[in-house]
């Protein structure tokens, strides 16, 4: 152990535990009884486990003049989130695949128009998109949702799959071509089995910026289908005789869960998604 090596660790161990410690705060809390966050400090661990806090974030919590918790607004996700994730992922695969090894004549100025969407504001697309959502009577319903979070993906997930494929070897294609294979024959037995890196990574991607959402879910979602990040805002922002903090803070971990578990469980392969190519061409 040199002393630059020392600097370095003592560093990421001290913005390692900058950035661990409001996760730490919220745990801690969401596990204390009100009594104990009355009388103790903040970074005080729970003198003996309480999930009562849990169970009533769940099922219980009042989300405005609704007290059925946050459940109804988390399975509404996971209704928009798989469906949208696995839409927008599949486009933008057949996107990337066309745009960079079936080019046709303006392939690059379409590539071009495309890399508009993953620049451009999401709230310059608010009044329009309310508009055709409503004249395809599909306005503040899931299935509004998830055709929201497509469109907006689909410029992502294609700059990832085409920046992915122009760095595959034309011969693969040149050969199955050869042997007799097609446009759809070629994606499947060539193309998607060398796709696994940029694949995990458009997942994540996807997955965690859908959950996220807090804009579009409030914008475009009615009283049924709102997702969980509009419950969490209503749930933190209901008055209520006592402010219970420990149910709040039960709250924002569950609506947190889904993103944290996916990182640990596959961060690394998102790391190595993005060494592999995402982010070249």
Known sequence: MTWHRIVLWTALVLFAVWFLTPLYVMIVTSLKDMDQIRGGNLMEPPTHLNFASWGKA????????????????FMNSVSMVVPAVAISTTLGIVNGYVLSKWRFRGSEVMFAMLLFG??????????????ILGYFGIASSIIGLIVMHVLAGIPSTTLFFRNYYVGLPDELIKAAMLDGAGFWRI?????LPLSTPILVVTLIWQFTNIWNDFLYG???SGADSKPITVGLNNLANTTSSVKEYNVDMAAALIAALPTLFVYVVAGKYFVRGLTAGAVKG
């Open 187 to 191: 994606l499947w037995r060539v193309v």
């Open 118 to 131: 993953v620049f451009m504001p999401m709230q310059v697309v608010l009044l329009p998109m309310s508009q």
């Open 58 to 73: 769940w099922n219980q919590a009042c989300t405005g003049t609704d007290c059925g918790g946050l459940k109804p607004f």
């Open 218 to 220: 409030v914008v475009f």
